[in-house]
């Protein structure tokens, strides 16, 4: 079992910069691969990025590109999301998954209850 929460939603304008976070728990959080996803009013839940616990693979739905930077820290079994230049499209409940092994985008195991960003223009 992993328990996965989210924080560092918020309000904040266009062009500004939010970090969200993601604290997992579990005895075997290292085997899992970890990733974010958004879901904005009226539209399914989708990927925005997603990392390996070792760091080495990252993974970034095109929109975010540029703009989103995913981080994880292993000492602390958080992983993070840097969000710059943030746009009123941007607006959405943003979850943290785990998948166990290799990232696989719907095969998500475990999820967060998920945090709000809002971007006004």
């Known amino acids: 079992q992993v328990q996965l929460v989210e924080s560092g939603g918020g309000l904040v304008q266009a062009g500004g910069s939010l970090r969200l976070s993601c604290a997992a728990s579990?005895?075997?959080?290292?085997?899992?691969?970890m990733g974010w996803f958004r879901q904005a009013p009226g539209k399914e839940r989708a990927f925005v990025a997603a990392?390996?616990?070792?760091?080495?693979?990252?993974y970034y739905e095109d929109s975010v590109k540029g703009r989103f930077t995913i981080n994880s820290d292993n000492t602390k079994n958080t992983v993070y999301l840097q969000m710059n230049s943030l746009k009123p499209e941007d607006t959405a409940v943003y979850y943290c998954?785990?998948?166990?092994?290799?990232?696989?985008?719907?095969?998500?195991?475990?999820w967060g209850k998920g945090t709000l960003v809002t971007v006004s223009s």
């Open positions: 990392i390996s616990w070792s760091g080495g693979r990252r």
């Open positions: 579990g005895r075997t959080v290292s085997t899992y691969t």
């Open positions: 998954a785990a998948v166990w092994g290799p990232w696989r985008e719907k095969e998500v195991d475990y």
